[in-house]
Every structure is written in structure tokens, then in C-alpha cells.
């Protein structure tokens, strides 16, 4: 087999590109450019908090961070009231957002490596208290985010969006990380086998806790940006990227056993999330239908990649 | 060893009669037959997918579809059985079945429990969305009447929760197959050893479970009266912790069906308890992710070293 | 599920062999367990199994119980006509537990025994437990309703055995009780040897493997001695010594001249002193004993007591190469070359980033040392056969500038021209001033180190170094000699 054929990234982007031609061959009112626009536009919350999800994924079977929507909601709330829509703030705002992401993965980590707790179940737990803080903090405010800040977040440069060069960047940078940094060779080592890392020489605990933070903070950026795109903060803004996170991970190629991940497939399955909706909606499918694909392809993508993992 | 970790039922029990005491302190009136209705009214349907979960953490695995499940059963309630029951029974049955089948799939191709549940829910909730694209539907009279029935001495939540406790532990701390399940999550090798078929095991696991989501589903429905595609989406995070806070564990096959109803009740509980305080409503999440992390710290406190080992 | 209730044994088949093997062969990839075995097992007989770890025990009894399918030959169970163990009444004692933690002795039984059923059963299988605790070991002191994760090691190893005793609707016919003492005091495990016996008295067969000599010649009837995958003997127990016995065992021949062309090394000061073991700079010192005696424990424990999951020091104070690759050493996703430099990434990393020319270099120069036989260490490291990848495990800790490299049994399933060029690596390091903790289960390896500390359940039963040295003082000291009363 040919070496680009391997690459597990590779099926990630074929399907997308495929759902882009097959919306565009039904003429789904806007151009190719227009589409590809809007993919990217929406694709970039979606690649933010699933490159950070992927981090903790690869740390191996039971790590996942279910808190992702909390932290969004949470860090977009407080960043919008701290700046209060008052120009020149933005840097305060993006402070606000990034303290917010490294105070939860703090506590997340806290709670999984203190009280010996399942990461499921102490994210789970910590983003209900987190999810209660942003209300409260939130509660009758209709903040908007500074007009700069606003303007940033739905511009351009380039004819690129502003919030998918910001994901691009952070992306970069967590493939840089991974590819050719130590930490990253350690991640990978602690989600192969943690034991053999440990025994290797790798500080196993302190990756596992920068995991934990990234995650927290990726997801914060991600709520402050897409708070800034959308014109202020709501209670449910996080909610769809739960699933989507650990959605665009996996069909991404990166393994759900640990030990393995992929930056560039994430950004092919964030595509490809969202052209589905949209070539689904182009065939005038309704919201069932997409949903019910959805579930399908994730259910067929692992199942193809177990079959793949087994007679390799 | 410890009086809480020799019985593990013992702290679920301490947690929801503190809760009920505070309860009963901050707002007397509630200590009455309308009032712990008033408390308790949603606890069955939470406490049946509690149940569900736990049947599916009981394996070693984990369920991130059973809120959408719940959702999709309701709506089937709301629609088709209403309109005609026995094409609405006979949807419940396929779905009860698919969920075994979904266990078996997952022990045969040795996928990831976590992720093939995940894609799952997005196959129940577009279901749903087929069923009822918009909140509606109605329920059938005679659930309506089951869940709205007024039993002597006791409101219908709590009789119905002693219930599902009752017949859920027979089932699964008793009976000998329950007691083969445990082993499973226990130690699978030795149960395999001992002649029996894991997919099988698992498949019944499973579609005990969809058993248990589909009833979930009947009891909202009777609850609400009708139904809609995400009546049931934080169900999933509910019965996780429903199952934990009861005294369960991810893994080993520890679980206890009392326990994990008593966890729900808890949980809902929580809910009523705090929009009687002066607290705002908006903190009743929160409290409920507190109330875990405390209920989740005692318990390494109480189960001691045996805990803390690494 | 289906259990057949037992046939009776009618009288054509009194005198048939319980289990007959016929020129069985059990090869793992090129690894043969078991050569050519022939064996019969009747009624009555109590056959006592010994021999050196990997001498092919655990793979014969696992041809008996069914667990694995030999190569070639046959496997017959003659008196029952039975088509595969479970039906014949043959019943394993495991090393490791098939017990289920969360479940009670009752419930425990219920897993085994799947026709108990019914209203009841619960009190039922407490009783069948209870009886068969009760007839071998008087005094328990269990309950039938306690979970079995409250129970001690040696309660756990009880009940074990109590459920394979019990009738769970048929009856035992062969008991295969491998180490079933390892874990009981004296006084519990005088018990067994005495069920045993009256098991046998009464018709049954027992395989039973210990490495307590003294209870082999206490209840064995008849002792196999294997070695190298063969029966070297098979006889009558009385026709063996204890001495005799180990003479059979292990190898006659032994040739400690190798050693003396070594230049005698200086030793420096101690630098590691753990629970009495003990370790100079350059010396080599040798773990010994059983498998499963507490050295891998030990030495583990050495290595994360002196390392942290938290903060990365630069130059380890020690590295570690793992024996059991799959469990404590091999990423299995990666390639050889980050395999191999995971142990000194850090040290010569600039911001944090991997200083990609120098692993390139430090890789290919370990390559050509240990001879790594691969065309580019950027394959992936399953690419490689067994005994290279376990090179690439010494490359990693090798590589390193830490001072005390500890090794696991590392030349598990290492072909030959390996191991004599990793013992002239070990011994050219050590020169240099390293110090080598090293546990093996082969004997004439640990032979070639300045010590030797010989472990017994768990502890150090004696240190020898010098003239003391010797494969038979380290098998005597592997060896519990005495009657287990003692």
C-alpha cells in the first residue's frame, strides 16, 4: 500500500471533500468559495476543542474531558462581563478566558488525581458546578462583546476567517508539540502503555496533568471566540461541542486506545461535520436524518478502524 | 476496614436522608404526602435510567446514548403507542433489541463501549427527531393513569422507586444470572472459563438495559404528559452519576441496583431541595455536581486505604 | 453452560487412564514448550510435577485442562470418553485466581457450577461451599457470604481450591493444582496435602506442581520431572531423592570458567541498599530464585522509590529494562527509534523540542553496538522479531548516562547469539563504572554476576558471591528443603 494511503488523516479529508463536491454538484445556492467559507468559519470551533480533546484522548482508555461545553460557556461569560463591551478591553477579555481554562483544568485534574476519581465522572461533576457559575455570573446580563472584538472574530484576512486562522495557529502549534517536541513523545508513551513510560523515565503524572490543562484551555478559547463570533455569551453555546469534540477526534484518526493522534484529521472531520449538515440540508434531508447519518458514519469509521487495528 | 465500606448501601442511605432532613428543616410543609410528591416527581424515570446505566457499567463498559434513548422511547410512547399499541410494542421490542445487539457487537468486534454508545445517540435522537420534529404528542391514557395514580400512605414516586429497587435487585444482587453479570464485570476470564459465552452475557446486559431505557421512557411520557426529541439528552450525565453516587464503581462489577436508585432519588431530590432554598435556581446544577463531588470525596474518606492504593 | 452430569465409570472403564497424551507438541512461533510428550494419568494417582520455570509445566497442564490445543498429537480422556476437559472432570487450580473479587464464595460457586438453580441456590452453594471449606481446611473460619475481595491471599487461595474440590453437580476426577501452597502458612498447607491424599485414596487424580520438594515426597505417588519442554523422568516418588531429585532438575554440567578470563573489577561504594538488597558502583548483581518469589517487586519498587512521576531530573539516577516487553517496556505504536530514545530525549532537547540529529546519531550507534537487525530503526519497533526488540530495550537504558540500570529477566525468549552479546555489553559497562541489578530466572546467568541474592517468598533467603557462588547452592536456596511443618 502507497504511504499516503496510510495516513489516517487521509479518510478524514476524502470524506469531507467528497461531501463538499456532492453539495456543491446540488447547488446549494452559495459558490464553492462560499461554502468553503463557511465550513471553515464553522469548522474552527469544532478543530479547537477537538485538537484539545485529542490530547486527552491519547492519554488512553477511561481519559476524556466531559466539562469542554461548562468551560466554553463559563470562560465566554466571564470574559464578556469582565470587559463589559468597552473598547481597548480585548486583552482582559482573552486574560479572563485563559484563567478561566487553566482554574478548570486545575480543578479537573484536582479532582482526578487528589480524589482518585475516573475522569468521566470528575469532569462530569466539575462541569455542573462550573455550568452553575456561568449562569449565576450570567444571570440577566445581555453583554455584547466589544465592537473590535466582534469585528475580529466574523472578519478576515486574507479571504481566510479570523477565528480559523487562530485555530490554525493553535493547531500548528500542538503539532508542533507532538511531532517534535519531548512532551509530545511523552504523551504518546503514556497513552501506549503508562506503565512502560513510567519505567522509561517518563514523568507520566505531570503529562497527564498538562493534558488536562490544555484541554481546559483550548475550550476556553474556543467558548471566548465563538461568544465574540456570535455576538455574546448564551447558557447552551457549548452544548453541541461535547459530542462533537470526541466526534471530530476519533473520525479524525486519532485512536480512541491512546497513543495515537492526529492533528490534520481533526480538521478534515471538523469539515466534514459540518458539510454533512449542510449537503444533508441541501437535499432538503430534515434534522433526524442528519443526526441518524451522523451516528452512523462514527459507528462505521470505528468499526473500520478496529477491523484495520486487528489484521494489522 | 470501615462500617461504610463493609456496606456500601449505607452511604447513599446517609446522603439522601441528610438531604431529606435539611429538606424537611428549610420547608416543613414538604413533610407531607403532596409534598414529597412535589419532591420526588420526577424520580422514576431517572431512577429507570439509572438502572439502565448501571446495567451497562455493571459489564465494565459505559453508556453515552441513554439520554437520547430516553428521549426516542418517549417519543415512541407519545406517538405510536398512544395511536396504536401494538405497533408502539412492537417498536419498544426493536428497540430493546437493538440494544442487545449493540452489546454483543461491542464484545464480538471488541469496540470502544464509550464510543459506539456515543455514535448511537445520534442515531436515537434523529429517530426522535422522525417521531417528533416538534414537542408534542400525548400520552396514553392508561400510562398517564399509572404515573399519576395516588397510592395510599405513600405518593406514587416513592412506591415506584421501593419497587424498581425491589425487583432490580432481585434481578441482579440475587438471582443467579444477575449474579453471573456481576462476575463479568468482576472477572471476565474466570466466568468465560467456567463454560459460559460472553457475547451472550453482554447482549443480555445490554438489552436489559434498553428494557430499562424504554421504561424510562413510558414514565416520562406519563410524567409530562408529552414528549419531545431531547426530553431525556441530560439523563446520560444523570444516571452516570446516579450509578456512582449509589455506590457503584466504573469498574469490577461493582454496582448496587438499591443504591443506584437511592443515587437517583438523591439527584432529584437535589433538584427540589434547592428551589425550596433561598439559593437561586440557577445554582441547582451546581449543587448537584457539588453534591457529587462531596458524596465522591466521603466515600475515599470512608473506604480509606483500600481506596488510596495506586 | 452445558455441563453434562458425569457418566459413572462403568467396570470396562475402571482401569482406563483419566487423560492419555499421545506424542504431543506444543510449539509457540519458533519456541517448542513441549517436545514429543507421552502421558497417562489414572485413577488414584497423585503426580507430583516439577521442574525449572520454562521447562514446560504450565504448558502441559494447560494441554490437559483444555486452555490451549497442542500442535500435533493427541489429548484422550480414555474413562470418561468425555470430548474435552471440563466434561471429564478435570478441574485447574490457577496461578493467578479465577476468582471474581466482587462476588461471594456462594455467588463465586454459582459462576462455576451453571445448573444451580432455582429458589434457593444461594443457600444451597453456600452449603456446597461451606462443606468442601469444611472437609479441607477443618477451622476456616469463612463465611459462604463474605465477598471474596475481604479475603486475605491465603482465604482467597482456599476458596479457590474448595470450589474446585466441591461436587458443582458431577465430580472431580483430576485436580491440576499448580503452586496451590505458594500462598498458605504451614499449617493450611498441611491440610491440603492431607485432602489431597485422601482424594486420591478414594479414586482421584491429582497433577500437583509445587516447588516445596518436601511436599512433593509427602503426597506425590509418582514424580515427573520435566526439563526443556521433556519428561527426563517419570517414576515412582520412592525411587527419588531430595538431592537426586534437584540433580535431575537442573544441569549437571556447569562451566564457571568463562567467567575467570573477566579482569577482576573494582567496586566502589554502595549505592543502592533496599530491604536488604544491596549494590556496589560496578558491580553486577544477580537476583534469583523462582519465578514470582518477589524479585521483579523488588526491583520495581527500587526504580519508582528512586524516580518520580513528576519531575524529570536530566540524567536518570537509574534506568530500567523491562523482561515482560508487551507489559513494562514496549510502546507498541511507535518506531524503533523513538523507543529507543525515550530514555534520553530530554537531555539533549533544546525548548523543548527533540533534538532530532543527535537521536538519529545516538540510535544508529546503539544500532551497530547491540546490533539492532533492522534496515532503518524508523520501522516500527513490532516489526522486529522478539530477541531485537528486547535489544532495543537495552539500547534505551544503555544510552542513557544513568549510573544503575536494572534488568527484569530480560532475556526472556532471547536466542543465544543475543545473549552472549548482550553479556559483553553488561560486563564491558560495568567496567566503566556502571552497576547492573539483574534478576534472571536462568541460573547459569546469574552465575556470571560478582552476587547473587536468592529470593523465597518474597524475601531474601541468602546472598552468595565468591567460591559460594554456585547453581546448586542457588537452587538449594530457591528450594524449600525442609517438611512444610518446619
Not at chain 2, 419497587?163 to 444482587?173: K, R, S
Amino acid at each position: 500500500m502507497p504511504n499516503v494511503l496510510r495516513r489516517p488523516w487521509l479518510w478524514a479529508w476524502l470524506a469531507a471533500a467528497a461531501t463538499f463536491a456532492a453539495t456543491l454538484a446540488l447547488g446549494s445556492g452559495r459558490g464553492a468559495g462560499g461554502l468553503a467559507y463557511a465550513a471553515l468559519s464553522f469548522g474552527a470551533f469544532a478543530a479547537i476543542v477537538g485538537v484539545g480533546q485529542m490530547l486527552v484522548i491519547t492519554l488512553g482508555p477511561g481519559n476524556v474531558d466531559l466539562s469542554i461545553p461548562a468551560t466554553m460557556t463559563l470562560s465566554a461569560t466571564l470574559a464578556l462581563k469582565a470587559m463589559d463591551g468597552a473598547p481597548d478591553t480585548v486583552l482582559l477579555g482573552l486574560g479572563v478566558a485563559l484563567l478561566v481554562g487553566l482554574g478548570t483544568g486545575m480543578a479537573n485534574f484536582a479532582l482526578i488525581f487528589l480524589l482518585r476519581l475516573p475522569p468521566i465522572i470528575a469532569t462530569l461533576a466539575a462541569s455542573l458546578v462550573y455550568q452553575s457559575l456561568a449562569i449565576w455570573s450570567n444571570r440577566g446580563l445581555r453583554v455584547k462583546p466589544p465592537q473590535a472584538l466582534a469585528e475580529f472574530a466574523t472578519g478576515r484576512t486574507l479571504e481566510i476567517p479570523n477565528v480559523a486562522l487562530v485555530g490554525l495557529a493553535l493547531s500548528i502549534g500542538v503539532w508542533i508539540v507532538l511531532e517534535r517536541g519531548v512532551w509530545g513523545r511523552w504523551l504518546l508513551a503514556a497513552g501506549q502503555n503508562p506503565r512502560a513510560a513510567r519505567l522509561a523515565g517518563v514523568p507520566v503524572e505531570r503529562v497527564r496533568a498538562t493534558a488536562y490543562l490544555s484541554v481546559s484551555v483550548f475550550a476556553a478559547v474556543a467558548g471566548f471566540l465563538l461568544a465574540s463570533f456570535s455576538g455574546g455569551a448564551a447558557l447552551n453555546m457549548g452544548a453541541e461541542y461535547l459530542l462533537m469534540s470526541i466526534a471530530v477526534v476519533i473520525i479524525g484518526g486519532t485512536s480512541i486506545a491512546g497513543g495515537f493522534s492526529n492533528v490534520p484529521g481533526i480538521w478534515g472531520a471538523a469539515f466534514f461535520m459540518f458539510l454533512v449538515v449542510s449537503m444533508l440540508n441541501t437535499y432538503g434531508a430534515g434534522a433526524g436524518a442528519r443526526s441518524v447519518l451522523t451516528g452512523v458514519i462514527i459507528i462505521g469509521i470505528v468499526i473500520a478502524a478496529s477491523s484495520r487495528r486487528n489484521h494489522a | 476496614m470501615t462500617l461504610f465500606s463493609r456496606y456500601r448501601i449505607l452511604l447513599p442511605i446517609a446522603s439522601l436522608a441528610l438531604l431529606l432532613a435539611v429538606t424537611f428543616y428549610v420547608q416543613p410543609r414538604t413533610m407531607s404526602y403532596f409534598g414529597l410528591n412535589l419532591l420526588f416527581n420526577l424520580a422514576v424515570p431517572i431512577a429507570l435510567a439509572t438502572i439502565a446505566q448501571m446495567l451497562i457499567i455493571m459489564v465494565n463498559d459505559i453508556d453515552l446514548g441513554i439520554g437520547a434513548f430516553v428521549s426516542l422511547a418517549a417519543c415512541v410512547a407519545a406517538t405510536f403507542l398512544e395511536q396504536s399499541p401494538l405497533i408502539g410494542a412492537m417498536i419498544m421490542a426493536a428497540l430493546i433489541l437493538s440494544y442487545a445487539l449493540m452489546g454483543a457487537m461491542i464484545h464480538a468486534l471488541a469496540l470502544p463501549a464509550i464510543v459506539v454508545t456515543l455514535g448511537m445517540s445520534f442515531v436515537w435522537g434523529g429517530l426522535a427527531l422522525f417521531l417528533l420534529p416538534s414537542p408534542g404528542g400525548t400520552s396514553p391514557a392508561w400510562l398517564r393513569a399509572i404515573m399519576t395514580v395516588k397510592p395510599p400512605l405513600m405518593p406514587m414516586a416513592l412506591v415506584a422507586a421501593c419497587l424498581i429497587a425491589g425487583v432490580t435487585h432481585w434481578l441482579i444482587a440475587r438471582a443467579g444470572i444477575g449474579t453471573v453479570l456481576r462476575g463479568v464485570g468482576g472477572n471476565a476470564d474466570a466466568v468465560r472459563r467456567a463454560g459460559w459465552s460472553l457475547v451472550r452475557l453482554k447482549a443480555l446486559a445490554y438489552g436489559l438495559a434498553g428494557l430499562f431505557g424504554v421504561l424510562a421512557g413510558m414514565a416520562l411520557v406519563g410524567l409530562t404528559t408529552s414528549a419531545d426529541a431531547n426530553i431525556a439528552l441530560r439523563y446520560t450525565l444523570l444516571s452516570i452519576a446516579g450509578v456512582i453516587l449509589g455506590g457503584g464503581e466504573f469498574t469490577g462489577g461493582k454496582v448496587s441496583p438499591a443504591g443506584a436508585v437511592i443515587g437517583a432519588l438523591t439527584l432529584a431530590l437535589a433538584a427540589s431541595f434547592l428551589s425550596f432554598m433561598r439559593l437561586s435556581p440557577d445554582w441547582q446544577i451546581g449543587a448537584q455536581g457539588a453534591i457529587l463531588i462531596a458524596v465522591l470525596a466521603a466515600r475515599l474518606l470512608f473506604n480509606g486505604r483500600d481506596g488510596a492504593r495506586r | 453452560m452445558d455441563e453434562p452430569a458425569l457418566q459413572p465409570t462403568g467396570p470396562s472403564r475402571e482401569t482406563a487412564p483419566l487423560v492419555t497424551l499421545t506424542d504431543v507438541t506444543k510449539r509457540f512461533g519458533a519456541v517448542t514448550a513441549l517436545n514429543r510428550v507421552d502421558l497417562d494419568i489414572r485413577a488414584g494417582e497423585c503426580l507430583g510435577l516439577v521442574g525449572h520455570n520454562g521447562a514446560g509445566k504450565s504448558t502441559l497442564v494447560s494441554l490437559i485442562n483444555g486452555a490451549l490445543a497442542a500442535s500435533s498429537g493427541r489429548v484422550d480422556f480414555p474413562a470418561s470418553s468425555a470430548d474435552h476437559a471440563l466434561a471429564a472432570g478435570v478441574r485447574s487450580v490457577f496461578q493467578e485466581l479465577s476468582l471474581c473479587p466482587n462476588l461471594s464464595l456462594a455467588e463465586n460457586l454459582r459462576i462455576a457450577h451453571a445448573d444451580l438453580r432455582g429458589w434457593g441456590w444461594r443457600r444451597r452453594a453456600g452449603a456446597e461451599i461451606e462443606a468442601s471449606l469444611d472437609t479441607l481446611f477443618p477451622g476456616h473460619g469463612i463465611a459462604a457470604d463474605a465477598l471474596v475481595e475481604t479475603l486475605s491471599i491465603a482465604q482467597r487461595q482456599m476458596v479457590e481450591i474448595a470450589i474446585r474440590f466441591s461436587p458443582l453437580g458431577g465430580a472431580p476426577k483430576l485436580l491440576i493444582l499448580d503452586e496451590p501452597t505458594s500462598s498458605l502458612d504451614a499449617g493450611i498447607a498441611n491440610q491440603l496435602l492431607e485432602a489431597i491424599t485422601r482424594f486420591c485414596d478414594d479414586g482421584g487424580a491429582v497433577v500437583f506442581i509445587s516447588h516445596m520438594l518436601g511436599e512433593i515426597f509427602r503426597v506425590a505417588s509418582r514424580i515427573l520431572v520435566m526439563k526443556d519442554g521433556h519428561i527426563v523422568a517419570d517414576e515412582a516418588a520412592d525411587h527419588f531423592t531430595r538431592q537426586g531429585l534437584v540433580d535431575v532438575m537442573g544441569h549437571v554440567a556447569t562451566a564457571p570458567e568463562s567467567d575467570s578470563e573477566a579482569s577482576p573489577r573494582q567496586l566502589g561504594d554502595v549505592l543502592v541498599e533496599q530491604a536488604g538488597l544491596q549494590a556496589r558502583r560496578g558491580e553486577i548483581v544477580g537476583l534469583s530464585g523462582l519465578a514470582g518469589h518477589g524479585q521483579a517487586e523488588a526491583l520495581a519498587r527500587l526504580y519508582l522509590d528512586a524516580t518520580s512521576a513528576w519531575r524529570e531530573t536530566g540524567t536518570p539516577p537509574m534506568v530500567f529494562v523491562a523482561g515482560d516487553r508487551k507489559r513494562d517496556g514496549l510502546l507498541p505504536l511507535g518506531s524503533i527509534l523513538h523507543n529507543i530514545s525515550l530514555s534520553f530525549l530530554a537531555t539533549t532537547a533544546r525548548w523543548g523540542l527533540v533534538d532530532r540529529a543527535s537521536e538519529r546519531r545516538v540510535g544508529d550507534e546503539w544500532q551497530r553496538r547491540i546490533g539492532i537487525r533492522t534496515q532503518t530503526l524508523s520501522n516500527p519497533i513490532l516489526s522486529l522479531s522478539g530477541g531485537n526488540q528486547q535489544k532495543v530495550l537495552f539500547a534505551r537504558a544503555l544510552a542513557s548516562a544513568a549510573p544503575i540500570v536494572i534488568m527484569d529477566d530480560p532475556m526472556r525468549g532471547v536466542d543465544v547469539g543475543t545473549k552472549q552479546d548482550v553479556y559483553a555489553l553488561v560486563r564491558a559497562e560495568a567496567t566503566k563504572g556502571r552497576t547492573f541489578l539483574w534478576y534472571s530466572t536462568e541460573t547459569e546467568e546469574v552465575c556470571q554476576c560478582d552476587r547473587v541474592f536468592v529470593y523465597r517468598n518474597g524475601a531474601i533467603s541468602a546472598a552468595l558471591s565468591g567460591d559460594a557462588l554456585t547453581e546448586a547452592k542457588i537452587l538449594e536456596a530457591s528450594f524449600e528443603m525442609q517438611e512444610s511443618e518446619a
